[in-house]
């Protein structure tokens, strides 16, 4: 099945700095969604995008659904070493509220300290 | 508290056996969901069901088969004829209205010995 194209693959930055993730696609989503997990632990949601271009907040996180409605970006400012985990984009198709999410294959951050 | 839990954390399966994982939610939720995951990649869809008594192949059900008797559980069980069932495997769920917005359990991880 299809996947999303989710980049950077990894990311190792220094505590405090800000960081920029993004997701992009070829087809169309009405819904997009940011996931950090854990290792060995579930995928916890962070931020849920519903319409072309809306921006949302969560804390120092900052998601948007790009106006295109092919891609989404996460920013994450003033890092913690708290925020060390892989994150994870998805997204749902048009037309909608199948539940059939489509995920990218996630970015690794790690924080140092 | 609400939630979604898992059971077992680890399971590990002989050849030729089949093993099930057991998935439970106390949020009220009418949709379920079991993914696969392995390492490096994103989470990929086996089965779903938006409703008691039914559920509907995802992209990777070969090998994997599914009930849903209970609004409460969906358990998994893979079978013999999976031949590669060394995974993560991560249950979640979402109301029947926001299907898109899923909340998952913290996983179960399945080894062959």
């Known amino acids: 099945g299809q996947q999303l194209n989710q980049s950077p693959q990894s990311m190792f930055i220094q505590e405090g700095e800000d960081v920029s993730m993004n997701c992009t696609s070829s087809s169309i989503f009405n819904t997009w969604l940011w996931y950090k997990q854990d290792p060995g632990e579930g995928p916890v949601l962070l931020i849920a995008l519903y319409k072309a271009g809306e921006l949302t907040s969560n804390g120092r996180l900052t998601a948007q659904f790009g106006t295109t409605r092919k891609d989404s970006f996460l920013n994450i400012s003033a890092s913690i070493p708290s925020d060390v985990g892989i994150y994870f984009c998805?997204?749902?198709?048009?037309?909608?509220?199948?539940?059939?999410?489509?995920f990218g294959q996630g970015t690794t951050l790690q924080v140092k300290p | 508290d609400g939630g979604i839990t898992q059971s077992p954390k680890y399971l590990f399966r002989k050849e030729g056996q089949n093993v099930t994982l057991s998935c439970e939610q106390n949020?009220?939720?009418?949709?379920m969901y079991w993914y696969r995951q392995d390492p490096g990649q994103g989470l990929r869809l086996i089965y779903y069901?938006?409703?008691?008594?039914?559920?509907q192949k995802g992209d990777i059900a070969e090998g994997y088969s599914v009930s849903r008797e209970k609004k409460e559980s969906f358990p998994l069980t893979v079978t013999s004829a999976q031949k590669n069932p060394t995974a993560f495997y991560l249950c979640a769920s979402s109301t029947w209205t926001s299907k898109e917005t899923q909340y998952f359990g913290p996983g179960t991880r399945l080894l062959v010995l």
């Open positions: 998805a997204g749902q198709r048009r037309p909608g509220n199948t539940g059939k999410l489509i």
């Open positions: 069901s938006q409703i008691v008594n039914d559920f």
């Open positions: 949020l009220n939720h009418d949709a």
